[in-house]
């Protein structure tokens, strides 16, 4: 904790972070996240090195975020920083379909019952600073500036982003992130997810390729009792992964486990078995990847937004995203989620 960011609030006249902000709505008209961009203290050449470095990182650290998204089942957002709930509606089925031989047949009178859920749109940040003495001396040698800092602090917002759509979104002490009584599941602590006891020796220490793949197959079985035929992606830790590697059968040279789990077949595709390294070590999840099931709200993928300090010897950087699992189950509490423990 450092007492520079203690000694103002954004609500102090003193505030460089309100300075900032009124320098937005004076110069720009509005408040938003490239009017706030448009206030970097450094030059275009030196803007575009940090922009540089946060492309580079890219999704490192993002498995179970760049699957979902490259699914495309992402819910966009417009304007994120005015949104701090997304809403939606469940809706019970009524009625069916009738057969008629006239189209002017009036059909059912239906009226079905609802019920809203919400989930909040909170912010993933991290931000470190340079010293004007830093910049001005890397300046003036000509040598590029350090983008190390950048890159990690991408990196620890990649990782909060991945460990939020895994485990859900929580505060520093561990607690569930509550917002308005709502709060951010993800996969493995889905409201109404299905559950299946695994082996653990089976799937770690001592690999046992039939009992992996019958109690996938029983993870899918529950998931079609649910209605939900996939395509699946079984998500396992790197413990886990490591061992799907082994021999399927005692013969040599045979297909790996994960390959024999690849080659189960369901909802039009093969399944997909994908190392995510911030799963527990002894969970997977079977997970249908479509939008009804999990979504990444999506309202700002990381950018970095500069500032300096109030004396202007201090270079500040927030590198801040503001996207959102949404993991979510029908009227009738049927998931696409199974988690193996």
């Known amino acids: 904790m450092r007492f520079d960011n203690m000694r103002f609030t954004a609500s ?27 206030l970097s203290p450094l030059t ?29 089942n992402v819910f966009p957002l417009t304007d994120p920083l005015s949104v701090t ?3 939606w509606e469940t809706i019970s089925k009524v009625g ?16 079905p019952a609802r019920t809203i859920h919400r989930v909040p749109i909170y912010l993933t940040t991290d931000d470190f600073s340079i010293g004007i003495r830093t910049l001005k001396m890397s300046q003036r040698v000509g ?16 990782e909060g982003l991945e460990d939020a759509m895994i485990n859900g979104a929580t505060t520093l002490d561990g607690q569930a992130l509550v917002d308005g009584g709502y709060n951010a599941p993800g996969i493995l602590n889905a409201p109404n997810a299905n559950t299946q006891n695994i082996t653990d020796a ?21 998931l079609q ?60 999840a079977l997970v249908q990847m479509t939008s009804d099931v999990v979504e990444v709200i999506n309202g700002q993928p990381p950018i970095v937004i500069p500032w300096t300090s109030l004396d202007g010897f201090t270079l500040y950087w927030l590198v801040m995203a503001i996207m959102v699992p949404r993991v979510r189950s029908d009227y009738d509490g ?8």
């Open 12 to 38: 102090s006249s003193r505030s460089p972070v309100q300075a900032a902000l009124l320098r937005s709505l004076e110069q720009s008209g509005e408040l938003s996240i490239p009017a706030l961009r448009a």
């Open 44 to 72: 275009d050449k030196a803007q575009v090195l940090v922009d540089k470095a946060v492309v580079e990182v890219g999704l490192e650290r993002l498995t179970v975020v760049a699957d979902v998204m490259a699914a495309g």
């Open 85 to 87: 709930q997304v809403e």
């Open 96 to 111: 069916g379909a009738q057969r008629t031989m006239a189209p002017s047949a009036r059909g059912e009178n239906q009226q």
């Open 143 to 158: 040598t590029p500036l350090d983008t190390t800092l950048i890159k990690q602090a991408v990196r620890r917002v990649n």
């Open 202 to 222: 089976a799937w770690t220490t001592a690999p046992v390729g039939t009992t992996v793949v019958t109690e996938t197959l029983a993870m899918i079985d529950k």
């Open 225 to 284: 009792a649910d209605k939900k035929y996939g395509p699946y992606t079984l998500y396992v830790g790197t413990a886990i992964a490591n061992a799907l590697q082994s021999d399927f059968s005692t013969l040599k040279g045979d297909q790996t486990i994960q390959q024999r789990l690849e080659m189960i077949q369901a909802g039009g595709s093969n399944l997909k078995v994908r190392s995510a390294d911030l799963m527990p070590a002894v969970t997977v």
């Open 334 to 341: 049927n998931s696409g989620i199974c988690v193996g423990t």
